[in-house]
């Protein structure tokens, strides 16, 4: 590429953001936020969102109209209770209307009890299997969790070792909120599983770590809200994560994980983070992250 005379590259890097000034002149010509479809694949809509019945602060209504508004045309839907993503699986006509599609998977907490002993207690086997003969209105589930696990060990328990395998017998993905040594362990378990690492080291594993898991285990999926050292201060990627991703363009999805309801009441502008950085990426590697792995993992069309 010509280079531009030095007067003109300082106007230039002032006129642009920062990233953009960081960044170039490599992607100049990529410098907008991206603007594709987005699939939500992290995703609650609990109780403190919407009581079925009860209180709700947010109806099903209000957060399709923000979907709609971020341009996020699919979502994982995981709630504690399983009752919010089943109200969002029944509200056929609205997410249609919404050009929303529901991807339907079974929460393992019934309460927020359940997310420190889960992994020992058979009753939430017994209900995972009830949900999965179940289904919902918008058909089969098609994964398990988000589940937690705050020590690794925890992922021996009888419980987590039955819910992968399960998983893995029936072609459903899990999502999975865990260290980089949980992802060795539960891999164990069940080699062929779609594992989708929520967070993708929320503790911040070195991108180094996270990078020899994605060698070893070729169906880890990373699923990036909340990682730290993905973005600096500015919002801009930073560049060990670039290089990830030119690594494994196709094995990253986004998401919002809205387990609080400032998470909802944000939800816009997490969005629109997202497709910030995005924006930073080759054009097919940010549509691939924003839409494409995680439509290809659960077969949702694209959009018109
Ligand atoms: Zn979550």
Same mark, same amino acid.
């Given at each position: 590429?010509?280079?531009?005379?030095?007067?003109?590259? *300082?106007?230039?890097?002032?006129?642009?953001?920062?990233?953009?000034?960081?960044?170039?002149?490599? !992607?100049?010509?990529?410098?907008?936020?991206?603007?594709?479809?987005?699939?939500?694949?992290?995703?609650?809509?609990?109780?403190?969102?919407?009581?079925?019945?009860?209180?709700?602060?947010?109806? +099903?209504? #209000? +957060?399709?109209?923000?979907?709609?508004?971020?341009?996020?045309?699919?979502?994982?839907?995981?709630?504690?209770?399983?009752?919010?993503?089943?109200?969002?699986?029944?509200?056929?006509?609205?997410?249609?209307?919404?050009?929303?599609? +529901?991807?339907?998977?079974?929460?393992?907490?019934?309460? $927020?009890?359940?997310?420190?002993?889960?992994?020992?207690?058979?009753?939430?086997?017994?209900?995972?299997?009830? #949900?999965?003969?179940?289904?919902?209105?918008? /058909?089969?589930? *098609?994964?398990?969790?988000?589940?937690? =696990?705050?020590?690794?060990?925890?992922?021996?328990?009888?419980?987590?070792?039955?819910?992968?395998?399960?998983?893995?017998?029936?072609?459903?993905?899990? =999502?999975?909120?865990?260290?980089?040594?949980?992802?060795?362990?539960?891999?164990?378990?069940?080699?062929?599983?779609?594992?989708? !690492?929520?967070?993708?080291?929320?503790?911040?594993?070195?991108?180094?770590?996270? *990078?020899?898991?994605?060698?070893?285990?070729?169906? =880890?999926? /990373?699923?990036?809200?909340?990682?730290?050292?993905?973005?600096?201060? #500015?919002?801009?990627?930073?560049?060990?994560?670039?290089?990830?991703?030119?690594?494994?363009?196709? *094995?990253?999805?986004?998401?919002?994980?809205?387990?609080?309801? @400032?998470?909802?009441? /944000?939800? #816009?502008?997490?969005?629109?983070?997202?497709?910030?950085?995005?924006?930073?990426?080759?054009? @097919?590697?940010? $549509?691939?992250?924003?839409?494409?792995?995680? @439509? @290809?993992?659960?077969?949702?069309?694209?959009?018109?």
């Amino acid at each position: 590429m010509r280079q531009l005379p030095l007067h003109r590259r *300082r106007w230039l890097a002032m006129a642009l953001s920062s990233c953009m000034a960081l960044a170039w002149p490599l !992607w100049a010509a990529a410098q907008q936020p991206y603007r594709g479809p987005l699939f939500d694949a992290h995703l609650h809509y609990n109780e403190e969102a919407c009581a079925f019945p009860g209180v709700c602060p947010y109806p +099903v209504s #209000e +957060v399709l109209a923000m979907m709609q508004r971020a341009g996020v045309r699919a979502i994982v839907a995981n709630s504690r209770t399983n009752d919010g993503t089943k109200a969002l699986a029944a509200a056929g006509d609205a997410t249609r209307a919404a050009g929303v599609t +529901v991807v339907p998977f079974i929460r393992l907490y019934r309460n $927020r009890a359940d997310y420190t002993g889960w992994f020992a207690d058979d009753s939430i086997y017994g209900m995972v299997q009830q #949900e999965l003969a179940a289904g919902t209105a918008a /058909g089969a589930y *098609r994964g398990l969790g988000e589940f937690h =696990l705050y020590d690794s060990r925890n992922a021996e328990g009888p419980v987590a070792v039955k819910l992968m395998q399960l998983a893995q017998a029936r072609g459903l993905a899990v =999502l999975a909120h865990v260290d980089d040594d949980a992802i060795d362990r539960l891999m164990a378990h069940a080699p062929q599983a779609r594992l989708i !690492w929520a967070h993708t080291g929320i503790g911040g594993a070195p991108v180094a770590r996270v *990078r020899a898991l994605f060698r070893r285990y070729p169906l =880890l999926v /990373g699923e990036l809200s909340y990682r730290p050292g993905l973005t600096d201060g #500015e919002g801009c990627l930073s560049a060990e994560w670039r290089a990830l991703f030119s690594e494994f363009p196709e *094995r990253f999805v986004i998401g919002s994980d809205t387990w609080i309801n @400032a998470r909802w009441s /944000g939800y #816009e502008q997490l969005m629109a983070e997202a497709r910030r950085w995005l924006g930073e990426l080759p054009p @097919a590697a940010a $549509r691939r992250i924003a839409w494409g792995n995680a @439509a @290809a993992l659960f077969g949702v069309r694209d959009p018109d």
